[in-house]
């Protein structure tokens, strides 16, 4: 937001340099992000003198050219080629002399030098209004008064405005701060903290009286909800033409482009008071009414900048008796504004719920000046102030009458807030021991009234303007701006607690495991819980019914919020694959969002995505393809982290995984994963096989904190390692070969694992081979060749009876 330092001259008398001012609105919170220098004309008709011309006749070398004889004062005579076709003797002509320098309609700097044109020298130049930044006649030469001194500067002629101006980055909350009075307001208020105490000064509007009732247009408010104040009035017989200099100054100081005399003077209010207003030339208001109201869904209208919108049902319009004329509060129409043959316009000036405006705004795109601080809440107690500022400025800048009186649609006042301030509140949150004389006189210079004052504390009336005001503790951050965060004195020592802590908890196990995936190779990646519901379509353990939906959405790709973690992951896939990084292994920590019949649910997860080749292509090492035991391998490392045992997979019934498996507990499903179906990958252009996994966190959580750990000495007598090559039938798993084993052997054997299997040549048809090893350990003694041998003869026995099994 700018501010224009001369601007706020005109409310409060500031007694110091911008730079310090900048340091006072920022210790008050209003931090300046900027500080820029504004001139009216650029360059400030420096080095541009009053010349007389004394001489004019035609360039030897060129038809179109004069040489000029120009006395620049002192006795001082040059000579200039101009080809102005207005250039006489005994003229009186603004000269930019060698070495000033003049700026182009894109503010782009050229200097003048000393130069010759066509074989004669020339020593400056004679300039006409746009090469000054005057006007915009280009014709000829500016031709000035004949009673100017030659010399003269021409700054001293024309009246060139020098201003400072703020970029104040304002924070969503500060509303009253909206405007140059709100800004004012708050640098009275520090001021008076450092014993200054100065006048606000407020424009009067004593003098604004109605000249007759010639024009009176009926209003009438549908939905005081929506619009819980209204005011309007009628103004004849004005002039719209090109504001005065004053106004346009003060607009382009703070970035806005003057437009004519009347909305330039509903801007300067605006930003004066902030008061948005609006003006409708009142001869295009059909049947003299104004409705303000809600139409039908879909109804056209086409706004300002020429584009046709559809209304939603819940936008309010401001209409006549038969068509929309403007969005309230947000943008006019393109057929009622005030143009070069306006004489008579509809004035008005309003307080429009916030939240309102804020949704229709952003359901159509719209960012004005004036849904800006609708939306954050505007004072709703100047409306009719604002409404009668803007007339006598109107009235004073285009003529006119006022032709009605104010019609003011208030039916429910919007009451101040009440607050009660307890002081050992106070002094607990700053900090320190504040005297209650200093707190009163800053809420004063807040115009926050006190009311009654008790041994405890105080009650307050907050004025309505500070919407962000509601709360003891909003009072007391009030209290510390205006006091001064650098006035808050440290203690010499710091107390502090320790909170204890569950190992268990939540954000503690999130980082062990993304540490233990980070070392695995793994990035983490942060996904948009907003999508689009076309997803429910591709799974049918989807239910569209279920999605949790924005009242607001920014676009209908951005309008759910996610029920299934997979379809964001395969969009970073998607992503990486396409700018050539195809070997990837992603996992995100994540929460899903559920509607069941009016409940709405959140779950946590962590998902994995593995896709490509296992490791970077090295010259010394192979790098294969990323599998599905790659993955139950990384599945299981976790279990094994987070302390999880024995738990055996089952498989999983997904139409999204063609292969899978599922972890499961005594209570609930822990992970899914598998292989995604290529018809879901095809969906986002996915060619490669991708691996997905989805733990359920809030599951895994539980599971863990219910696991008691335990812990042993290392044994101090060796293991025993044997190895089988079974001949197998291919029905034959390696989980029976494991369930046999462990009941035959259930103190001494410790490991079981396959570490080859073999289907092919040289075996008869329907079998094949495992070789598994088996460890033995007595943690006791020192096991013998003799009690190894029996086991293995009894482990042989059970897998020859039980699974048809030979020795290889």
Known sequence: MKISYNWLKQFIKLPEAPEATGELLTDLGLEVEGLDSFQSIKGGLEGIVVGHVLECKSHPNADKLQLTNVDLGNGEQV?????????????????????????????????????????EASFGMICSEKELGLGQSHEGIMVMKDDLVPGTQVAEIFEVENDQVFEIGLTPNRADAMSHWGVARDLKAGYTQQGKNLELITPSVSSFHVDNRSLKIQIQVEDSALAPRYCGVTISGLKVEESPKWLQNRLKAIGLGPKNNVVDATNYVMHELGQPLHAFDAGKIAGNEINVKTLEKGTKFTTLDDVERELHEEDLMICDAEKPLCIAGVFGGATSGVTSATTQIFLESAYFNPVSVRKTAKRHALNTDASFRFERGIDPNITEYALKRAVLLITEIAGGEVTSDIDDLYPKKIEDFQVFLTFDKVNKLIGENLQQETIKSILASLEIRVNNVTETGMGLTIPSYRVDVQREADVIEEILRVYGYNNIKFGEKLNASVANSSKFEDYRLQNLIANQLVGQGFYETMANSLTTPAYTELSEQLNASQNVKMLNPLSQDLSVLRQSMLYSGLESVSYNINRKRSDLKLFEFGKTYHDFNGSRVENKHLSIFISGNRNAERWNSTSGRTDFFLLKGIIESIFQRLGIENLKPSAVKSDVFSEGLIFSSAKSNLVSFGVIRKKVLKHFDIEQEV????????????????????????????????????????????EEIEQIALKTEKKLLKEIDLFDVYQGNNLPEGKKSYAVSFKFQDENKTLTDKQVDKMMKKLQHRFEEELQAELR
């Open 79 to 119: 000579q200039i080629v101009c080809g102005a076709p207005n250039i006489a003797a005994g003229q009186k002509v603004p000269v930019a002399t060698i070495g000033t320098t003049l700026f182009d309609e894109n503010g782009e700097a050229w200097p003048i030098k000393k130069g010759k044109i066509r074989g």
């Open 691 to 734: 691996l997905y996994a989805d733990f359920n966190w809030d599951a895994l959580l539980e599971v863990t904190k219910a696991r008691k750990t335990s812990f042993s000495a290392i044994p101090k007598y060796p293991a025993v390692r044997r190895d089988f090559a079974l001949l197998l039938n291919n029905n034959v798993s390696y």
